[in-house]
């Protein structure tokens, strides 16, 4: 049998992906001297409360291989492969750890999947993956179908600023909009697994209602879409967002999840995105 191992970036909550019997590996969040796992010693309202006290931004850490290890040769001695869903290695460093974790274990059969994602579109990938699973398929053919969805993921996403982007050195090919936004709202994109730049807006209202416009034009009208929108203190515009998307693609429910801390660490709070697979 094939164990499916996540970790937090991919937003699903943790109940959640206890029930459907994934395993889930946290970051790391770094207030000056002090670390805390975002599994269960430090939850969002803390982590903003702190956000908000702290006089420096926060550090994230990708877990350590040592996190990993103990599953490894768990699942090895029962005769289970195992297949790790990670973020995009350009975002976090969770792919190299867990890498580096099955070097040290090399008895396990062991596949790293790197996603070139995050948050709302790695939570569909961990699904499905525990899904294949369940049905029986090979490893092979889990990281197969995997990355084939990968590669059709839309992620749109607006910042209330760029200054934790830049500040935590993953802001990509958007670069070039420090200094010249001042007051202007980029809308960002994930493109193979970096952050890029859309376009931008004058407020963050006409920039929330242009990320609705191109995820109506680009959306498929079915379920295989997979859309999902993800926020971190923005839940009365995510609920917003998810209505009218729910009205106008002739989708029954959008899962509305919370961005993880770690996240937010690297985008700030107020962020809200969209993430949907297109067909082929």
Same mark, same amino acid.
């Given at each position: 049998?094939?164990?499916? &191992?996540?970790?937090?970036? *991919? ?7 206890? #029930?459907?019997?994934?395993?889930? /590996?946290?970051? &790391?969040? &770094? ?10 010693? &430090? ?9 908000? @006290? ?6 994230? @850490? ?6 990993? +290890? ?30 580096? @974790? @099955? #070097? ?6 062991? =596949? ?5 994602? /995050? ?7 961990? %699904? %499905? ?10 490893? +092979?053919?889990?990281?197969? #179908? ?53 376009? %931008? =807006? ?15 034009? =680009? ?12 926020? *971190? ?9 998810? =209505? #009218? ?8 429910? /959008? ?5 993880? $801390? ?12 969209? $993430? ?5």
């Amino acid at each position: 049998m094939v164990k499916i &191992i996540a970790d937090t970036t *991919c937003g699903l909550p943790l109940d959640e992906l206890e #029930e459907m019997g994934v395993d889930v /590996i946290p970051q &790391i969040i &770094i207030f000056g001297e002090d670390s805390f796992r975002d599994d269960h010693e &430090i939850d969002t309202p803390t982590f903003l409360a702190k956000l908000q @006290a702290a006089k420096d931004l926060p550090k994230t @850490a990708a877990p350590p291989p040592a996190m990993y +290890e103990p599953l490894f040769k768990k699942y090895a001695g029962e005769g289970d492969s195992i297949l790790v869903v990670t973020p995009s290695s350009d975002l976090s460093g969770t792919y190299r750890s867990a890498e580096v @974790a @099955a #070097e040290m274990v090399p008895e396990a059969n062991v =596949q790293i999947l790197d996603t070139r994602t /995050i948050a709302g579109g790695l939570g569909v990938l961990v %699904k %499905k993956a525990k899904t294949l699973a369940d049905q029986g398929e090979t490893l +092979e053919k889990i990281v197969e #179908e995997l990355r084939t969805l990968a590669k059709k993921e839309v992620v749109y996403f607006l910042v209330d600023t760029l200054e934790y982007l830049h500040k935590g050195g993953r802001i990509g090919n958007a670069s070039y909009l420090i200094g010249s936004v001042l007051q202007m709202k980029p809308i960002l994109g994930v493109d193979d697994g970096k952050v890029t730049a859309i376009e %931008k =807006q004058r407020t963050s209202s006409k920039a929330l209602n242009r990320i609705k416009t191109l995820v109506l034009e =680009q959306c498929p009208k079915c379920e295989d879409a997979q859309i999902t929108i993800s926020h *971190c203190g923005g839940e009365v515009r995510a609920s917003q967002l998810a =209505q #009218e998307l729910e009205q106008a693609l002739e989708i029954d429910t /959008i899962p509305v999840y919370v961005v993880p $801390s770690a996240i937010v660490v690297h985008v700030g709070p107020g962020v809200i995105s969209v $993430s949907f697979f297109k067909n082929d």
